[in-house]
């Protein structure tokens, strides 16, 4: 099945973002701090977050800029090229993931690595990778005195500079394979790259577009090791925003009655009872984008959707509901010998579903 629909504009509470820890700027190295922050430059703060690779599918990045979504000014830094060397993987930054970051209200900065070492475990891989800091730190000036939203600096950027940062980025990986004695990827491909960005916006997002089809049609194909699903009904969904970006995402489940459809979005556990908080939170990215979901067709006809996060274990037994009454939630913990921290989570999460318009479900693996 094919669903389309568009987002105008971002709803949202949230309630589980992790407690920051607090960076002053003269002490901030992009390296050393944790996934994600506060800094705080005299007057001003900012919750940073940041991504060890441009590819969205790599160390759960959702959950880190799902921690900062309640500070008001929000900067996340992306690597837009992450080469691991030649027997590892090789991935570029996307439009779609600038796309979702502005439409976040997130201000983006491009970065580029400039060292790594050997991995002792492959013959041609690196580790260990480092930001350019100075470049990470003079981008957070830069935002301090810009006084438009993430999506104007995020398109300048796009627009002026990732040209530039790509050739930084290119010639820092040349310096890596001279400094480390690994083999990397063709720099034929970062020319490429460069090639298909161009300065224009709008060949980056076809070129971007592209390979987001494609691995969404191989998504479609698989089932992930983290689902565990009653169905294997998938399908594709691309949703619209107002900036023309297209995200380009395969719904793990759905499910049709009359007029509405329903988007189940899956998380499995075989051997905790409750999925990680990275992979939960990295669902929750995935509710606020449907629950704001206007428009909807599903094959060529007008729907209405409702939004579920589906939570499964091995260790669990029966099924519980975010609209479930007080009582049978008690009774659900109970029997499954929930920890009062698993509780409290638990709590937590029905109560942002609640309050979001979203259905949590979890329950044991069909």
Known sequence: MEILGKITGIKYKVLLSED???????????????????????????????????????????ERVYNTLNVSKKITVIPIIKDEGFDGDRDFLQWDTVALMSLLDVFVIFAFY???????????????????????????????????????????????????IVEKAKKSYAK?????GVLLHSQAGIENFKKKIGKDVAIFMEFSREKAQKAQSREMLTTQPKESL???????????????????????EIFVEKDTVYLI?????????????????????????????????????????????????????????????????ANFFDSNSFSQTQIKFVDDLMNEALENGFLIKIGGAK
């Open 20 to 62: 920051l820890q607090t960076v002053e700027i003269d002490k901030f190295n992009i390296n050393k701090v944790s996934t994600a922050c506060i800094l705080k430059d005299g007057n001003a703060s900012y919750a940073v977050s940041k991504w060890v690779s441009p590819k969205r599918t790599r160390s759960y990045p959702y």
């Open 114 to 164: 400039d060292k790594a070492t050997k991995n002792p475990n492959y013959e041609n891989k690196i580790t260990d990778f480092l930001f350019d800091n100075k470049h990470v730190v003079s981008k957070i000036k830069e935002i301090k005195q810009y006084h438009s939203s993430a999506l104007h600096w995020n398109l300048n950027e796009l627009e002026n500079n990732l040209y530039n």
């Open 176 to 180: 890596i394979e001279k400094q480390t």
């Open 230 to 252: 009653s169905t294997n009904t998938k399908a594709k969904i691309t949703i619209t925003n107002y900036l023309g970006g297209k995200y380009f995402f395969t719904v793990d």
């Open 265 to 329: 979005e899956s998380k499995h556990s075989k051997r905790s009872i409750l999925p990680s908080k990275g992979d939960i939170k990295d669902g929750l990215l995935k509710m606020i984008l449907y629950t704001n979901l206007c428009e909807v067709e599903a094959n060529g006809a007008k729907k209405k959707t409702i939004a579920i996060l589906n939570l499964t274990s091995t260790k669990i037994a029966g099924e519980i509901r975010s609209d479930a009454t007080v009582y049978d939630r």
